[in-house]
């Protein structure tokens, strides 16, 4: 499964020349993968890879695997978290309702696309439960990730209504960041035009989060 | 480890090099140059079976129903921005914080107004003119009013992006769209929670703006200019 140092030279040594945007971003995400030992051999990017070009399958597994995160940060974190405020606890179980929706929403748009969803991976959230504070915090991060993640992944989509559904979704996701930063007293919303991050740059971010 | 990758990623400035690559703006070199090039090559290939003139003939078009979304939002913006500098200007508020809120606020909005104005010049096209705006009688009515309102347009705004989405035909302007719909939806939660629409209790009565569950709903230009007339003077 995972890819060998030699798979790593083979994609260095790939010209961006000629590739088709598609797969040059997913050889980015493979290399920086192999790199970082970060998801690498996750089936829809080895699948993807294999197809020369991002289906939006593959971007809806992408946003599958962001979400099972987010939905069982938010599981655990309302049953372990101590001492976290009565709003904030009844934001946190707000925005992990939202996150189980989006996953089964997700999971049915995937089938209804005949693909298949992937796994849910294992998660450690280190200690990102130890206090309030803490938590507030690393939800503060994957909600802002969330939103940079489905911004880079929109103009990849081909399918107008898989667009729709992903631009539904993330304004959820930028109601959540908005939210959860106004219990830290930071600014909702910090930029004028928020950020759009490549997949490799979103898998790099939230690989400390996976186990498995 | 963990910290300094997410740092990175907050470093991350990909879309607003891709848009004001776009726009013309120096400094956006490497990656989003090359991202750039590979979507030209996309349109290229996704046209080549028609013939010159058809594709020309399809560019146009394409740049005509672009051109008419980025005016459409232009107004949205115009209306956002002239509301908040009116409010500021008429120092009804007397609150800091919430004083600070309306600033940033109309920060935010001009720099979305400014971006509108390149694109549709990037187009070939003429900026929609700002529209002649009457928000004198909801200011007179202070602070409450003024937050009502603003969480109103700024929910009207996220469902007026959401619903252009599948319409927008050039990538770039859909990553521009993109990154400024989530700002919109930022606004609005915000507001929300200031006036007291508990999140998500799906009580705004807002033509759908305002999502009571997990996923944000459009709203069609039609609806959204209808719901902002009474904003509009002439």
Same mark, same amino acid.
């Given at each position: 499964?995972?890819?060998?140092?030699?798979?790593?030279?083979?994609?260095?040594?790939?010209?961006?020349?000629?590739?088709?945007?598609?797969?040059?971003?997913?050889?980015?995400?493979? &290399?920086?993968?192999? &790199?970082?030992?970060?998801?690498? @051999?996750?089936?829809?990017?080895?699948?993807?890879?294999?197809?020369?070009?991002?289906?939006?399958?593959?971007?809806?597994?992408?946003?599958?695997?962001?979400?099972? #995160?987010?939905? %069982?940060?938010?599981?655990?974190?309302?049953?372990?978290?101590?001492?976290?405020?009565?709003?904030?606890?009844?934001?946190?179980?707000?925005?992990?309702?939202?996150?189980?929706?989006?996953?089964? @929403?997700?999971?049915? $748009?995937? %089938?209804?696309?005949?693909?298949?969803?992937?796994?849910?991976?294992?998660?450690?959230?280190?200690?990102?439960?130890?206090?309030?504070?803490?938590? #507030? %915090?690393?939800?503060?991060? $994957?909600?802002?990730?969330?939103?940079?993640?489905?911004?880079?992944?929109?103009?990849?989509?081909?399918?107008?209504?898989? #667009?729709?559904?992903?631009?539904?979704?993330?304004?959820?996701? &930028?109601?959540?960041?908005?939210?959860?930063?106004?219990?830290?007293?930071?600014?909702?919303?910090? #930029?004028?035009?928020?950020?759009?991050?490549?997949? @490799?740059?979103?898998?790099?971010?939230?690989?400390?989060?996976?186990?498995? | 480890?963990?910290?300094?990758?997410?740092?990175?990623?907050?470093?991350?400035?990909?879309?607003?090099?891709?848009?004001?690559?776009?726009?013309?703006? /120096?400094?956006?070199?490497?990656?989003?140059?090359?991202?750039?090039?590979?979507?030209?090559?996309?349109?290229?290939?996704?046209?080549?079976?028609?013939?010159?003139?058809?594709?020309?003939? =399809?560019?146009?078009?394409?740049?005509?129903?672009?051109?008419?979304?980025? =005016?459409?939002?232009?107004?949205?913006?115009?209306?956002?921005?002239?509301?908040?500098?009116?409010?500021?200007?008429?120092?009804?508020?007397?609150?800091?914080?919430?004083?600070?809120?309306?600033?940033?606020?109309?920060?935010?909005?001009?720099?979305?107004?400014?971006?509108?104005?390149?694109?549709?010049?990037?187009?070939?096209?003429?900026?929609?003119?700002?529209?002649?705006?009457?928000?004198?009688?909801?200011?007179?009515?202070?602070?409450?009013?003024?937050?009502?309102?603003?969480?109103?347009?700024? =929910?009207?705004?996220?469902?007026?992006?959401? !619903?252009?989405?599948? =319409?927008?035909?050039?990538?770039?302007?859909?990553?521009?769209?993109?990154?400024?719909?989530?700002?919109?939806?930022?606004?609005?939660?915000?507001?929300?929670?200031?006036?007291?629409? !508990?999140? !998500?209790?799906?009580?705004?009565?807002?033509?759908?703006?305002?999502?009571?569950?997990?996923?944000?709903?459009?709203?069609?230009? /039609?609806?959204?200019?209808?719901?902002?007339?009474?904003?509009?003077?002439?």
């Amino acid at each position: 499964m995972a890819s060998s140092p030699q798979a790593a030279g083979e994609l260095a040594a790939i010209k961006v020349h000629g590739l088709t945007r598609e797969s040059f971003l997913l050889r980015s995400t493979l &290399a920086a993968g192999t &790199a970082y030992g970060a998801l690498s @051999a996750t089936p829809y990017i080895t699948r993807a890879l294999a197809q020369s070009g991002v289906t939006d399958i593959d971007i809806a597994n992408y946003a599958l695997t962001l979400e099972y #995160l987010e939905s %069982k940060f938010y599981e655990m974190g309302v049953k372990t978290v101590k001492g976290l405020s009565a709003d904030d606890t009844k934001l946190a179980k707000k925005i992990r309702d939202d996150e189980v929706a989006h996953v089964d @929403a997700l999971i049915s $748009l995937i %089938k209804s696309a005949g693909g298949k969803p992937a796994a849910r991976p294992t998660f450690d959230f280190g200690g990102a439960f130890a206090s309030p504070a803490a938590f #507030l %915090k690393t939800a503060n991060v $994957l909600e802002d990730t969330g939103v940079s993640a489905y911004n880079g992944a929109g103009t990849l989509i081909k399918s107008v209504d898989v #667009l729709g559904a992903a631009g539904s979704i993330v304004q959820i996701e &930028a109601r959540h960041a908005a939210l959860i930063r106004l219990t830290r007293n930071k600014p909702p919303a910090p #930029l004028a035009f928020d950020k759009a991050s490549q997949m @490799a740059t979103v898998l790099k971010a939230v690989k400390p989060f996976i186990k498995a | 480890m963990t910290d300094s990758a997410l740092r990175e990623l907050a470093d991350d400035p990909s879309s607003r090099k891709r848009f004001f690559k776009m726009l013309g703006g /120096a400094g956006a070199v490497s990656a989003a140059t090359v991202l750039i090039a590979a979507c030209g090559d996309d349109k290229k290939k996704n046209t080549t079976t028609a013939g010159a003139a058809a594709s020309t003939k =399809n560019a146009d078009a394409d740049n005509a129903s672009d051109l008419k979304i980025v =005016n459409y939002a232009l107004t949205l913006e115009y209306l956002e921005a002239t509301f908040y500098q009116e409010v500021l200007d008429s120092g009804v508020i007397k609150d800091k914080k919430i004083g600070d809120l309306a600033k940033a606020l109309a920060d935010t909005e001009q720099q979305h107004v400014d971006a509108l104005i390149a694109t549709a010049k990037s187009l070939g096209g003429t900026p929609a003119t700002k529209p002649k705006t009457k928000f004198q009688d909801t200011i007179a009515k202070g602070a409450t009013t003024i937050l009502m309102t603003a969480a109103t347009v700024e =929910n009207l705004g996220a469902a007026a992006y959401l !619903g252009q989405a599948g =319409n927008i035909k050039s990538k770039d302007i859909l990553a521009a769209a993109l990154s400024i719909h989530s700002v919109e939806a930022r606004h609005a939660a915000a507001l929300n929670m200031l006036v007291g629409r !508990g999140f !998500g209790d799906g009580k705004g009565g807002l033509e759908g703006s305002l999502p009571d569950g997990a996923f944000g709903k459009p709203m069609d230009m /039609a609806a959204v200019l209808k719901a902002v007339a009474p904003f509009i003077a002439s």
